[in-house]
């Protein structure tokens, strides 16, 4: 496994190897947001040993009309700070790295869960919420939205994580701008790509204000959408390289409205055609995960340059063990 071993600098980022765990939910959070012991308890068994170059703490909402679901750890005030920081002393007491990802539901959510009207870049329903016409957002609560992502990043500085990663995957908002399914508006957050992804940017560069250049921004990418009329590899070459134009530290490649599963998807690591396509065009590291199970797979994966680092998720959530046998230990 030499290449899985090798160290990583990303940024003011090291990373000891090239084993990232992505965020995944655990719906485990305090009513509030709040971290809650369980969190704690269960990114310390993960992260326990350091054999993870990098944890990506799951998706965090930015604002109460941004969050997701039920027990969705929260970003969006102070009052969050202090868990928080118990969180990320744990995971580097164990000998990895942490990042934490923030993120705002937009349409894929509901009045339920926010207790206010689904909103989103056109009144458009979401796929995976048919039923809900979401509002169109205004250009002022899009100015607003983008303070949040720079309030909620600044806080995740405070508590003592190693970067922040920028959520535009997975059909939430910052997706939902950049698909044409979505994105019908005619203003200038609308039509080609590079107005597709003028909120991306005005978000990456508020971000980078708040935090300071020597703080560590990845942003995570739906790619492609898989679905007539949505995103395409061609999109996201455009958006990719303009993102590492605003300075993006690192991209972390998923799917767009299909979420983390590629249609019809049955090798290791399925979302390659894309992230080597996107590694070939620019010049900071990419993330690949999508369906890799065993050790040897993620090393041929690195080999044959379809990524710079590889991301486990749901074998390291069935077994904690699992980055100690791959890395040998």
């Known amino acids: 496994m030499e290449l899985l071993h090798k160290p990583l600098s990303i940024g003011a980022l090291k990373l000891s190897n090239r084993l990232v765990m992505?965020?995944?939910?655990?719906?485990?959070?305090?009513?509030?947001?709040?971290?809650s012991q369980d969190i704690i308890d269960y990114y310390d068994e993960k992260s326990k040993g350091g054999h993870i170059g990098l944890v990506i703490i799951e998706h965090s909402y930015i604002s109460k009309e941004g969050k997701a679901s039920s027990n969705q750890l929260s970003i969006a005030d102070d009052s969050v700070i202090e868990n928080l920081k118990n969180l990320s002393d744990v995971i580097h007491r164990n000998g990895s790295k942490a990042?934490?990802?923030?993120?705002?539901?937009?349409s894929a959510t509901s009045a339920e869960i926010t207790g206010s009207s689904p909103v989103g870049p056109s009144t458009v329903p979401h796929p995976r919420n048919p039923n809900v016409i979401p509002r169109e957002l205004s250009k002022d609560e899009i100015k607003d939205i983008i303070s949040s992502f720079a309030n909620a990043a600044e806080r995740v500085k405070k508590a003592g994580f190693d970067g922040v990663e920028i959520h535009s995957a997975h059909g939430y908002l910052l997706s939902q701008f950049f698909s044409p399914i979505s994105n019908k508006r005619s203003d200038e957050y609308g039509g080609n790509v590079l107005s597709r992804i003028k909120i991306h940017l005005q978000i990456i560069n508020a971000v980078k204000k708040a935090v300071g250049e020597d703080f560590t921004v990845f942003l995570r990418l739906g790619a492609s959408d898989y679905m007539e009329g949505g995103i395409t590899i061609e999109d996201s070459l455009i958006a990719t390289g303009e993102f590492e134009k605003a300075g993006v530290s690192a991209l972390d490649i998923s799917g767009g409205?299909?979420?983390?599963?590629?249609?019809?998807?049955?090798?290791?690591g399925y979302f390659w055609p894309l992230t080597k396509a996107?590694?070939?065009?620019?010049?900071?590291?990419?993330?690949?995960t999508g369906g890799i199970t065993d050790a040897e797979s993620a090393e041929q994966l690195l080999a044959g340059g379809k990524a710079d680092l590889i991301g486990v998720g749901r074998s390291i959530l069935k077994d904690s063990g699992w980055a100690a046998h791959a890395m040998g230990i």
């Open 278 to 288: 996107i590694k070939e065009h620019v010049s900071i590291p990419v993330i690949l």
């Open 99 to 106: 990042i934490m990802q923030i993120n705002h539901a937009g």
């Open 257 to 268: 409205f299909c979420g983390y599963i590629k249609p019809d998807a049955k090798e290791q």
């Open 22 to 35: 992505p965020p995944m939910a655990t719906a485990k959070s305090e009513d509030d947001g709040k971290v």
